[in-house]
Structures are given as C-alpha cells and as structure tokens.
C-alpha cells in the first residue's frame, strides 16, 4: 500500500512538472530583471529586418523602405521589417530615439505619418512591417550587421564585398572602406546588448543602388551562414535611387517595373487627417480653398537665384484669373521658413543667402498671393493643436500635405516626391475628371510629364 501511494505521488509530481514545462515552452517568455521586458526565447519563427537610417528625407526614405518591402517580399523572405521612427523629416532609427523612448518622451512613428498597411500593403504576400517593441520581444538575438556604403556608380547592378575593384570604362576604381569607423551602427549594438542581441556576423558592402530590390545576391551573402528564421539583419542604412534605369522582376503588384517604387496606395494617417480637418475649421473655416504647394529647392540651390520665383508666382495668378474663380481662399505651404525643408533651409545657410532670401521670397508670395486672392492661410499655430502635434518639421510637412490634399483645387510649383503623394491622395478624393482641378506651374519636365499623366489616369486612383 505504501509503495503504491508513493508510486501515486510521483506520478502526481510528473504530471505538475510536465504540465509546468508545457506552460512555460508555449509562453516561451522569462522575465528581464534590469528592465521587466518580457522577451520571448523560443525558436523564432520569422527573422527581422532593422535599418538605421533610410536615407533622403521623408518621402526619399520612404521609397527606400518601400523598396525593401519589395525585395523582402519578391523573395518571400521569412522576416519582418522594423517599423522606423521619424525625427526631421527622417526615418531612422538610433539610440538617442530608443532612448527618449525609454524615458516615455513622445517619438514619432512612420504609422503617424501613413497607413502604412492600407491598400496593396495589407495583403498576405507583402512583408510586413512592426513595431520596435514588438522587435525587441521576439527579434532573434543573433544579429547580422551590414554596412552599406554608397558608391553612388551609375547603374551599378550588383554589391561588392569590402576592399574591391570595379572596372568602369576600361579604368578601375578602388574602394577603400574601413568597416570599424562606425560610430552609430556601434552605439546601436551596445546599447542592443542589454537585450540579450549579440553579433555573430559582419559584412561589407559597397555600391548600393535600387538593385537592391532585385540582386539576389544580397539574398545569398545575407544568408550565406543562417537561416533567414533564425537572425536579425541590421542594416547601416538603405537607399532609394531614383534616376536608376534597372528594371524590377518578379516583385508585388505594388512596385512598378522601373523599381519607382509606389506610393499611390498610401494614404495619411487617421492622426493627421484628424489635425487636418481641426485646422481647416478653426483656420480657414470653409472647405471650398484652393491649395498652393511650392517647392522652390530646384530655383533656389540647381538655379541659385529667385526672381524666377516671382515670374512663377505671377504665372499662378494668371492662372486662377483665367478661370471662373469659384474659390477664394487659399492655403500656402512653402518649403522654406521655418516648417520648411530641412535639407533646404541647411544649404540655403551654406551659401549665406537664407535670411535674406527667405525674407524676398516670403513678401513676394505674400504680395502676390495676397493680391490674387481674397485670403491667403500660411500654417500657424491655433489654440491647443501645436501642443498635440509638437515641432517636428515633418510631421508638420505631413500635416500641410493632408491638409492640401483636401483642397478643392490644387496649385503644384516645383515638383518633388512630396508633391507628387500629395497629388496621389488628392486624386483618390476626386476620383473624375468633373471633380479634380490641378494646375502646375514651373516644374521640372520630368515631374511636368509624371504629373500629368497621374492627372490624365485620375479614375485609375480610386
């Protein structure tokens, strides 16, 4: 009898402990005594992607993450991307940014910004993205660093490794990199390891290009030693080039087939379409206004003087006097001042004409403008919103552009990627030809020929 209770009890016993081990292997989870992260130690079941810095401003970087969605995706590669957080105009990630993070100040997300899984993006066969607390929960801990140097060669199809010849007419080019002069890919990895991450793999690559998104054989040097499952890429930085020729195969419907990488199915956030309709009520209190976008970086740095700002600015009241006028107010986003380019506003300072210049600019638009029109609206702060919405130039860009794309006519000077998502989402608002009004004034011929055959195919955008 005796014998049979024990046997009983350690029955009992194996059952608690097997029961036990089951819990604790499904939850996978132990707790970090340093910092209370809950960080999941079971077999990953996809890798991750982490970029440092997209390079370009907000809208290059993000055709640079979406361009890597499309290589992750056209390889159905098993990982995730990291959402980026944005701070002036970029999207990044450093550890000044996780650090503010972790001292609860306020940060903004790409997902601020867009709805960055609406569209074609949410679909099952497009690689998504997450988010940063979600990477350091479930990330696997072995780390591949890659440190992308940007040779910037024409048409450069392919990635080299460190210390290599390429031969371009004839001449060779030597490339002299020192992968250990790192600075914030080193910062990064620091501050990574109080989370268990550890590298196990270095590499160097040069001459990046858009081929990024179809070179298989980023594929094979990634993923030369590890399963995709089973590592976390940190990249130094990813680049977007526009002007590339190369050609995009066996990519989502979503990338075009000259890798211009889509943002036609993107759309602001909720966030900024809320601050938009706030601003258009509390400032310019009709919903019937025409929006004025200038983008003067291409006359004030490629030309490098601005009375043909004015003769441009002349051109857009001509323009709206040749119509009925049906609108009389108008709302006025710039790209200089102070919610304006970031990268414009440091070059204007290089060649010490930003004062002086910006203050010409400014009183012609306003004279002219002013004069054009029965109002004009240049964005300013209104009771409470400035404190929701904080300095960030970006953010604030965004904003501007949510707020144009609700215009009733839309007036595009310059030209840019900006101003071409802006349009993009305008047309998804006035799905016909009846409803939509566009004028562009003074722009480069290629964005003079983009745009209009965006305008031409406006029932395609809805």
């Known amino acids: 009898m005796s014998r049979r209770r024990c046997l009983l009890v350690l029955l009992g016993l194996c059952i608690v402990f097997t029961v036990t081990t089951l819990v604790i292997m499904r939850e996978g989870l132990v707790e970090r005594q340093s910092t209370g992260l809950r960080v999941d130690t079971t077999s990953p079941s996809k890798g991750y992607l982490l970029t440092l810095t997209y390079a370009g401003q907000q809208i290059a970087g993000l055709r ?14 098993p990982a995730y991307l990291v959402e980026p957080f944005v701070r002036k105009s970029h999207l990044i990630h450093s550890v000044d940014v996780w650090r503010d993070r972790d001292a ?11 709805r960055i899984e609406y569209g074609y993006y949410n679909r099952s066969e497009v690689t998504q993205i997450v988010s940063w607390e979600r990477f350091l929960v479930e990330a696997p801990r072995k780390l591949i660093l890659v440190y992308v140097h940007d040779i910037q060669v024409k048409n450069c199809p392919f990635f080299k490794p460190e210390g290599c010849v390429y031969k371009r007419n004839s001449n060779p080019i030597e490339y002299q990199h020192n992968c250990t002069n790192t600075g914030d890919s080193e910062e990064a990895i620091m501050y990574l390891k109080q989370y268990n991450f550890d590298v196990v793999q270095t590499l160097c690559l040069v001459c990046v290009s858009t081929a990024v998104s179809t070179n298989k054989t980023l594929y094979s040097q990634l993923y030369s030693k590890y399963h995709p499952r089973s590592v976390t890429v940190i990249f130094n930085q990813w680049k977007f080039h526009v002007q590339s020729e190369l050609t995009c195969q066996d990519v989502p419907p979503w990338c075009s087939t000259d890798l211009s990488i889509s943002t036609r199915n993107l759309q602001f956030s909720s966030e900024l379409q809320l601050h938009a309709d706030n601003y258009i009520k509390s400032v310019i209190k009709n919903n019937k ?36 006028p049906q609108w009389h107010e108008a709302f006025v986003t710039t790209d200089i001042g102070k919610f304006g380019s970031v990268t414009l506003n440091d070059t204007l300072a290089k060649f010490g004409k930003q004062i002086g210049e910006m203050n010409y600019i400014t009183e012609q638009i306003e004279t002219i403008l002013g004069r054009t029109f029965q109002s004009i609206w240049q964005f300013e702060d209104v009771d409470g919103l400035r404190e929701k919405i904080g300095n960030d130039v970006g953010y604030i860009a ?22 071409k998502m802006v349009l993009e989402v305008y047309l998804n608002t006035h799905h016909s030809a009846a409803t939509h009004c566009v004028k562009l004034i003074c722009m480069p011929n290629n964005f003079n020929r983009m745009f209009s055959k965006m305008i031409s195919q406006a029932p395609m955008y809805v």
């Open 64 to 77: 640079g993450l979406l361009s890597q969605r499309c290589w992750a995706s056209s390889h159905k590669l």
């Open 104 to 114: 609860g100040i306020s940060v903004k997300r790409l997902s601020d910004y867009y």
């Open 289 to 324: 206004f025409v929006a004025v976008m200038l983008r003067l970086e291409w006359y004030l740095i490629m030309l490098q003087h601005s009375h043909n700002i004015t003769n441009c600015l002349h051109n857009i009241a001509a323009l709206y006097k040749e119509q009925i």
């Open 398 to 419: 965004a904003l501007q552009g949510t707020i144009a794309s609700r215009s009733s006519c839309l007036y595009l000077l310059g030209g840019g990627h900006f101003q």
